[in-house]
């Protein structure tokens, strides 16, 4: 880890952000570790991580928080943001190494449940967070895809959305299964089960036992409906 904070703040990050979730996600979901080592950039404000990644990877960053450089082998952050986009970006090159195959729409439904997280009894654990208003919003209008469409789009199809529909349904769908003690089992059994089904929609509704998705989705989006930040609601 390389940052432009003070040492003990940079070392704060990497004990109580990096280390804790490195911990939990190798013990619920990933068993290889990055083939390479990785180097996380942690810059304290906006225009130190826009200056740092122009002069250090020639890059103009596409999100304000942060981002995965495959090429670079490097997370690169405005830690001024918080930690939980480098929790999200963390996800990325485990399942890289672990899941190469894995479509869009599960890497980053999974990345970004976890960029709102917390332990529970020893296992991280998302919340909600800034990116349900706008899928609730999305419910309302009758503007969220399928689950069948979701889970098919390419990496073109998914990041090509700006309202940020893509990435609020997947989150929720992965803070479902979650919330019904299924989403390790669901990774498990769609990396076992990845040639036969790439984009993870059949193991999907086997993990769920709905023979219906569009009945499926509709109980999904009364559910979303009912979440609020910061309050935790089970699924029966």
């Given at each position: 880890?390389?940052?432009?904070?003070?040492?003990?703040?940079?070392q704060?990050?990497a004990?109580?952000?990096?280390?804790?979730a490195?911990?939990?996600?190798r013990?619920?979901?990933?068993?290889?570790?990055?083939?390479?080592?990785?180097?996380?950039?942690l810059?304290?404000?906006?225009?130190?991580?826009?200056?740092?990644?122009?002069?250090?990877?020639?890059?103009?960053?596409?999100?304000?928080?942060?981002?995965?450089?495959?090429?670079?082998?490097?997370l690169?952050?405005?830690?001024?943001?918080?930690?939980?986009?480098?929790?999200?970006e963390?996800?990325?090159?485990?399942?890289?190494?672990?899941?190469?195959?894995?479509?869009?729409?599960?890497?980053?439904?999974?990345?970004?449940?976890?960029?709102?997280?917390?332990?529970?009894?020893?296992?991280?654990?998302?919340?909600?967070?800034?990116?349900?208003p706008?899928?609730?919003?999305?419910?309302?209008?009758?503007?969220?895809?399928?689950?069948?469409?979701l889970?098919?789009?390419?990496?073109?199809?998914?990041?090509?959305?700006?309202?940020?529909?893509?990435?609020?349904?997947?989150?929720?769908?992965?803070?479902?299964?979650?919330?019904?003690?299924?989403?390790?089992?669901?990774?498990?059994?769609?990396?076992?089960?990845?040639?036969?089904?790439?984009?993870?929609?059949?193991?999907?509704?086997?993990i769920?036992?709905?023979?219906?998705?569009?009945?499926?989705?509709?109980?999904?989006?009364?559910?979303?409906?009912?979440?609020?930040?910061?309050?935790?609601?089970?699924?029966?």
């Amino acid at each position: 880890m390389i940052g432009d904070e003070p040492k003990a703040a940079v070392q704060q990050h990497a004990e109580g952000t990096v280390k804790w979730a490195v911990d939990r996600l190798r013990q619920d979901f990933f068993s290889k570790d990055p083939n390479e080592i990785l180097d996380i950039w942690l810059f304290k404000d906006a225009a130190s991580y826009e200056q740092h990644s122009q002069l250090l990877f020639g890059e103009t960053p596409t999100t304000p928080y942060g981002y995965y450089s495959s090429t670079h082998k490097a997370l690169i952050m405005n830690i001024e943001t918080g930690g939980g986009t480098l929790v999200h970006e963390i996800v990325h090159p485990f399942m890289e190494a672990n899941f190469p195959a894995c479509p869009p729409w599960f890497n980053e439904g999974l990345g970004s449940l976890f960029e709102q997280c917390g332990d529970s009894d020893g296992h991280i654990h998302g919340f909600t967070n800034w990116r349900l208003p706008g899928l609730q919003q999305a419910i309302r209008s009758k503007a969220v895809p399928s689950f069948k469409e979701l889970t098919g789009l390419d990496a073109h199809g998914f990041y090509n959305d700006e309202r940020g529909v893509n990435y609020a349904q997947a989150r929720y769908l992965c803070y479902y299964l979650q919330q019904k003690g299924l989403l390790v089992r669901f990774y498990q059994e769609f990396l076992s089960r990845q040639k036969q089904d790439p984009s993870g929609y059949l193991t999907l509704q086997r993990i769920l036992a709905e023979t219906d998705m569009d009945l499926f989705k509709a109980k999904w989006e009364k559910y979303v409906l009912t979440l609020r930040q910061g309050y935790e609601v089970t699924v029966e």
